[in-house]
């Protein structure tokens, strides 16, 4: 019987101790600078926000390129818009070491002349980019939360790790942005996560999905990470549910269940995608939720080795590297059931939803 290599996502007193957490309470230098940018070591800093007018806007901080973590620190930063009549537009800034900043007492980073900066209840982003210049305040309307220690185990000694804090799972955000066609002045809704590492991810992820919609009243964070082979594909819940400001509940009770559906082969990335991720979770209180994400489209496709050039592409290619990212738009439901009937039925039809795809598609099936 073949053996795999350990994978946990922990939840004991003993990590929460090594690790200098608290497990109800997170601290300001959490979203800190958690790496120092060694050979495997990766660090990024995701907000995502969407408008009354259906504008959609991602900002992403780098430490260093995710495809390529065993290189230098590459401070850079990237920008995804797309405004309610389709058009889109990409951003990409960088800088030096000696101009950026990544400090590691509170968030407060920095790639040139753009940045982002926060304490876990306020954030202040700017992104000068030459196609579009944002600036973007974030205010949190639920508190800052992490999915058990936040970080994943790999390997017997846990000696690799992949860490996630959703520093902002909801807020408010006015946004003002300036593009080649005129300004815009936005208000809407808002998200802030931090994710770091220290080994490859493809290396120990084959995929994930991942998503966080605000339905009405209720705030929900869900992701579903399918580890590689050698860890026997096993699967991680990342999950958070709230109404209001109150978190009615997460993951670390382990009733969450994945049940996607209707799934096809993206042409672009050659990937098998579902075009409905469902997810059911119970609280403590024996409430059961249904949360549905409802595919209508696609925001953005990339092969990540049409990213990369010279030896390093070649090596990629010789290797049979196929990762691929994919984000989604559609609709986000979510439905309160009791005794099998929906009680309750809320949609939004404006959420946008990933899938990072680090393993090849042809993975067998009936080993998971």
């Known amino acids: 019987m073949k053996r ?111 940045h982002i900066t926060g304490d876990l209840k306020h954030y202040d982003i700017v992104f000068n980019g030459e196609k579009v210049r944002a600036r973007v305040s974030l205010d949190g309307t639920i508190p800052a939360w992490r999915s058990q220690t936040g970080s994943i185990f790999f390997g017997d000694k846990e000696e690799k790790y992949f860490a996630w804090l959703p520093a902002i799972p909801d807020g408010k955000v006015v946004a003002d942005l300036s593009l080649d066609s005129g300004e815009l002045h936005l208000e809407g809704s808002g998200y802030h996560d931090h994710n770091w590492g220290n080994a490859v991810m493809l290396e120990l992820m084959h995929h994930w999905y991942w998503g966080r919609a605000k339905i009405g009243d209720y705030k929900v964070i869900s992701s579903w990470i399918t580890a590689e082979k050698k860890y026997g594909y096993k699967d991680h819940d990342v999950f958070m549910i709230a109404k209001g400001s109150e978190i009615l509940g997460d993951n670390s009770n382990h009733t969450l269940k994945f049940l996607p559906t209707d799934e096809y082969t993206d042409k672009t990335t050659g990937k098998p995608v579902y075009n409905k991720v469902i997810y059911e979770y119970t609280t403590e209180g024996g409430e059961l939720y249904r949360i549905t994400y409802d595919r209508k489209g696609d925001i953005s496709k990339q092969n990540f080795i049409n990213l990369l050039s010279g030896v390093t592409k070649f090596a990629a290619k010789l290797i049979g590297f196929s990762g691929s990212y994919l984000r989604f738009e559609g609709s986000a439901t979510i439905e309160k059931i009791e005794n099998g009937e929906v009680v309750e039925s809320v949609t939004e039809p404006s959420a946008v939803w990933e899938l990072m795809y680090f393993g090849k598609a042809c993975a067998d099936k009936k080993n998971k």
């Open 4 to 114: 795999f290599l350990k994978s946990i996502h922990p939840d004991d007193d003993m990590h929460y101790e090594k690790m200098g957490l608290t497990r109800d309470r997170i601290e300001i230098w959490e979203d800190g600078a958690r790496t120092e940018g060694k050979k495997g070591e990766y660090e990024w800093w995701y907000f995502d926000s969407h408008y009354e007018n259906g504008t959609k806007l991602v900002i992403i901080f780098f430490s260093k390129s995710p495809i390529e973590v065993n290189g230098p620190i590459k401070p850079q930063a990237t920008l995804e818009l797309t405004l309610p009549d389709g058009r889109s537009y990409y951003d990409f800034v960088s800088a030096s070491i000696e101009e950026s900043l990544y400090a590691t007492d509170k968030c407060d980073v920095r790639v040139g002349d753009s």
